[in-house]
């Protein structure tokens, strides 16, 4: 648990620093314009395009943080009904920018009639988010990665995460459960 709160709150991290080097870069020359020229007329349209960037990196700032926030309040184990594809999807809304940092191609196949489960949506996406980091940690760049959902039975659905990373050694395969 304390390994993948790690992971999460460092992606949140650097998820947050990039918008808040957007808006110190935006101010910082919005500054030096006026020091400049000391004419905001001149640079009227420069201006409004630097605002709207700081706030739209406001926004992704405000986006993360409620992420964040939803992911941390299931910390109690709560079992609820829930939509498993939906829980994908806010899984990898947190480490989507380290997929496409790393030019990872990501495959989705999500059963679309997936049936709801009953499970403890905290504990699901932390399990979700250590496995399917482990597969952003294995391959290398450019690499694939597939997340499959389906009906195995009446009274089982499965998720499946795939990767073309080396596989987990021998020595190590022994202690994963």
């Excluded at 004419?39 to 960037?53: V, Y």
């Excluded at 700081?54 to 964040?68: A, D, G, Y």
């Amino acid at each position: 648990k304390m390994e993948a709160l790690g992971r999460l709150a460092a992606g949140v991290a650097h998820e947050i620093n990039n918008p808040l080097a957007i808006i110190n870069e935006k101010a910082g020359l919005m500054q030096d314009f006026l020091e400049m020229s000391g004419d905001f007329a001149q640079n009227k349209e420069k201006f409004i395009g630097l605002i709207h960037g700081i706030f739209e990196s406001v926004n992704r700032c405000r986006t993360v943080t409620h992420r964040l926030l939803g992911f941390s309040r299931r910390i109690d184990v709560t079992f609820e009904v829930i939509n498993l594809n939906d829980t994908i999807r806010e899984v990898l809304a947190f480490i989507e920018k380290e997929i496409l940092y790393r030019n990872i191609r990501l495959e989705l196949q999500l059963k679309e009639d997936l049936p709801k489960v009953f499970s403890d949506k905290g504990q699901l996406q932390q399990v979700l988010l250590n496995i399917i980091n482990n597969a952003v940690d294995a391959v290398e760049k450019g690499g694939f990665i597939e997340v499959q959902t389906d009906i195995k039975d009446e009274d089982f659905v499965t998720v499946s995460i795939r990767d073309n990373g080396p596989g987990i050694p021998q020595n190590i395969l022994n202690h994963i459960f």
